[in-house]
């Protein structure tokens, strides 16, 4: 079946380190593939998205591609802050119903 | 600017006396979800509605079940709770394209959540 699996952490960084979370993927078809952060106590927020092979996603400094052929969707962001410090998911869905498989979360603590 | 909206934020229940939850939304989106959520870990979807479709996940228990009176409304009701009950509650919306062959894939807007303790 669909699945997707993403690094465990916790990830532990400095301020302004390179963060990288490792997410791969498996379906039948084409799916779109989201990652989405969780802040302490609050609900889930998609940070970005892409919905075809080799799209690139991107917002508030981070991004990820969209790589058919290693099925990957790697998360990366150049200068991390204390602000980023949250959990971050990876999703994937199709169409058909719309329904979100999600990897298990990775908990990221920046230190300033 | 509050687009999914959940309430209460904090919920205490006593071990079997029931509870609802509520979510409600200003985005007119057609889909609206139910997810468990325990100790940071993924979501679990419990179930969703397709207007007025609902939709069961084959593994979630009977002590769950859901209202949805209106587009911008849908209740999750817990018939009687126990400890494992106990965790996050968070609803989402998204759009769906109408009919089974919808191509588009739409992202899925999460509410703040209701945390729900047992005791």
């Known amino acids: 079946g669909d699945s997707v699996t993403q690094m465990e952490g916790p990830v532990t960084l400095s301020e302004e380190a390179f963060l990288t979370i490792n997410c791969t993927y498996t379906?039948?078809?084409?799916?779109?593939l989201f990652w989405y952060v969780q802040y302490p106590g609050e609900g889930l927020q998609l940070l970005l998205k892409?919905?075809?092979?080799?799209d690139k996603g991107s917002n508030k400094g981070f991004e990820a591609t969209y790589r058919k052929e290693t099925t990957s969707f790697h998360l990366e962001k150049g200068s991390v802050q204390v602000s980023d410090s949250a959990v971050y998911f990876c999703?994937?869905?199709?169409?058909?119903?719309?329904?979100?498989?999600f990897g298990g979360g990775t908990r990221v603590l920046v230190k300033p | 600017d509050a687009m999914v909206i959940q309430n209460p934020r904090y919920q205490v229940t006593q071990f079997g006396k029931p509870v609802t939850l509520s979510c409600s939304q200003t985005?007119?989106?057609?889909?609206m979800y139910w997810y468990q959520q325990k100790s940071s870990q993924a979501p679990k979807l419990l179930f969703h509605?397709?207007?007025?479709?609902?939709?069961n996940e084959a593994d979630t228990p009977d002590n769950f079940q859901s209202r949805r009176p209106n587009t911008s409304f849908c209740f999750l009701d817990i018939r009687s709770p126990g400890l494992g009950d106990a965790a996050m509650y968070l609803c989402?919306?998204?759009?769906?394209?109408?009919?089974?062959?919808?191509?588009?894939?739409?992202?899925?807007?999460f509410g703040p959540g209701t945390r729900l303790t047992v005791t």
């Open positions: 379906a039948t078809g084409y799916p779109s």
């Open positions: 999703a994937q869905n199709k169409a058909a119903g719309n329904k979100l498989t």
């Open positions: 509605y397709y207007d007025k479709d609902f939709n």
């Open positions: 892409a919905t075809k092979a080799d």
């Open positions: 989402a919306t998204s759009r769906l394209g109408a009919g089974q062959g919808a191509t588009a894939s739409y992202e899925q807007y």
């Open positions: 985005l007119n989106h057609n889909v």
